[in-house]
């Protein structure tokens, strides 16, 4: 398996899904950070609620000139430490995918083509924050650091 978890997909079944919100016989991940997540919200008495990909945000793709639908990695419900409860949106990526491409030694295809997925992905997150700030809701974008405590 790649470093980032690429090739590591399937169905997660949860032993709590009364939390999952949405058809906890149908929970698609398509990563190893992914399922990692999965299991941290199943397991973790203050996830009160979490669904994965259970619904869209629109946003506009310039790379295309089209609107086109987002659908986050999670959302979930969580009782904070002071007892508050707040909702958030979460995306698992790489961390170096959260930041421009540098040229470096790269095919100028390889550029492009990560060029224009940061591009793609930055349109997503705006469009994102955009949503979750209208709704009272925080956007959170996770990364190998958080996942596995990487520094």
């Known amino acids: 398996m790649s470093k980032e978890g690429k090739y590591h997909q399937g169905r997660f079944h949860p032993q709590n899904p009364e939390k999952y919100k949405g058809d906890y016989n149908n929970i698609i991940y398509r990563s190893s950070w992914e399922v990692k997540f999965m299991r941290y919200c199943d397991?973790?008495?203050?996830?009160l609620e979490w669904g994965s990909e259970e619904f869209f945000i629109p946003y506009y793709d310039s790379t295309t000139h089209k609107v086109r639908r987002y659908f986050p990695d999670f959302i979930m419900k969580v009782k904070e430490t002071n007892g508050t409860i707040k909702k958030y949106i979460i995306e698992v990526k790489p961390e170096r995918q959260?930041?421009?491409?540098?040229?470096g030694k790269k095919k100028q295809k390889t550029l492009i083509t990560e060029s224009l997925a940061y591009e793609k992905n930055i349109a997503k997150w705006n469009a994102a924050k955009e949503w979750c700030d209208d709704r009272g809701i925080i956007f959170r974008i996770i990364t190998e650091k958080e996942l596995f405590g990487y520094k």
Do not use: F, H, S
């Open 98 to 103: 959260t930041r421009p491409p540098v040229a």
């Open 43 to 47: 397991r973790n008495d203050n996830i």
